[in-house]
């Protein structure tokens, strides 16, 4: 056993060998004959938990994960159960369909070939950023028999969702998990995609969203304030009804909307900028306005410790925004502290959907 030289940065690969279609394969096999094979790990062969515990032992080491925004969040999930005096910074080599975290810290929206001796390099030089990590909590009524799936995170990385959105990610999920082999490139993960989108926008399961939802805030003083799409009263019982509880806003809520995103990214969809791409303060409506105040939404960014919530009317509405042809999603609020109460209904985490 030898120190290691002065200025040397340890790196561990991580791969998902499903990701990507046969991408994710192709990758290990390059990256097994490149490095040493300690260094890379096969994340089908046992998780993260074999690899972390070498790093442990390596000072100022490097993580390389390979896969999609799923993959990255199951390796920031197994760091935060290791007790690290410092944790390693993450890269990513995109592989998954989406690869919004990615986008966000700027190693592109998915792998097209590249060079991977460029990719080791860009590893080594890359800056540190930080970024945002939200936990998130379920609870059942303790007076419901009814039983759920199993929320896939416990941490929120890049964003999560309600409606429209998440009942499409859901039947993505589902169909994905019956029949593998139909997915097995980027380009067509996004053509079924598309398709479930359309479908959606037909059969609008979310359609009477804005009807049961109401919203409640706490103002400044303390005082609680509270706005609602819809009167709930008669709904029949099994039905979507919802209440969102956000630190100090007002919100705009008279609009009929099938789906509601919390992002702590700026990039959602696989490149979509939800909350808008301005790179200035944006000046609120005067109605959503508090006092006399000119309140302001600060510009958008994965570290300054706030979420944004935007509304989407319907999946069409998403599609527009995707292609630019509409700005941003309805700007709800920014908020650090979220509580949403539900009866029945769909999410999505990055990542995973329930």
Avoid at 285 to 306: I, N, T
């Amino acid at each position: 056993v030898t120190s290691l030289p002065s200025g040397t940065r340890p790196l561990i690969v991580f791969i998902n060998p499903k990701s990507g279609g046969k991408q994710g394969a192709k990758i290990l096999r390059i990256f097994q004959y490149l490095l040493n094979p300690r260094q890379v790990y096969d994340l089908t062969e046992g998780g993260p938990t074999p690899g972390l515990k070498f790093l442990s032992h390596l000072p100022d080491c490097r993580i390389l994960c390979c896969g999609g925004d799923g993959t990255v969040g199951w390796i920031l999930a197994a760091l935060d159960q290791l007790d690290l005096a410092r944790k390693p910074p993450v890269a990513v080599l995109p592989l998954g369909t989406g690869n919004d975290l990615a986008r966000c810290l700027k190693w592109g929206p998915g792998y097209d070939g590249e060079d991977i001796g460029e990719i080791l390099r860009d590893v080594g030089l890359a800056d540190l950023v930080t970024l945002d990590r939200w936990s998130i909590t379920v609870t059942n009524d303790p007076e419901s028999t009814e039983k759920g799936d199993r929320v896939p995170y416990e941490v929120i990385n890049n964003y999560f969702s309600i409606g429209v959105d998440a009942s499409i990610a859901r039947k993505f999920h589902v169909m994905r998990e019956k029949h593998p082999e139909k997915f097995n490139s980027r380009t067509r993960n996004k053509l079924w995609y598309f398709g479930m989108a359309s479908q959606e926008q037909f059969s609008g399961t979310c359609k009477d969203l804005e009807k049961l939802v109401s919203i409640q805030v706490r103002s400044p003083r303390g005082r609680r304030v509270e706005g609602r799409l819809g009167s709930t009263e008669g709904v029949p019982r099994g039905q979507l009804v919802m209440t969102f509880q956000c630190d100090g806003m007002r919100l705009d809520v008279s609009h009929a909307l099938e789906g509601i995103a919390f992002l702590n990214i700026p990039s959602i969809y696989g490149g979509t900028a939800l909350w808008g791409q301005e790179k200035k303060a944006l000046r609120r409506r005067p109605h959503e306005r508090r006092g006399s105040s000119p309140d302001v939404y600060a510009v958008q960014a994965m570290d300054d410790k706030l979420m944004e919530i935007v509304g989407v009317y319907d999946s069409a509405h998403m599609g527009r925004i995707k292609i630019g042809v509409t700005n941003s999603g309805l700007r709800l609020a920014q908020c650090r502290r979220i509580v949403i109460k539900c009866s029945l209904g769909k999410g999505r985490l990055s990542g995973g959907s329930y």
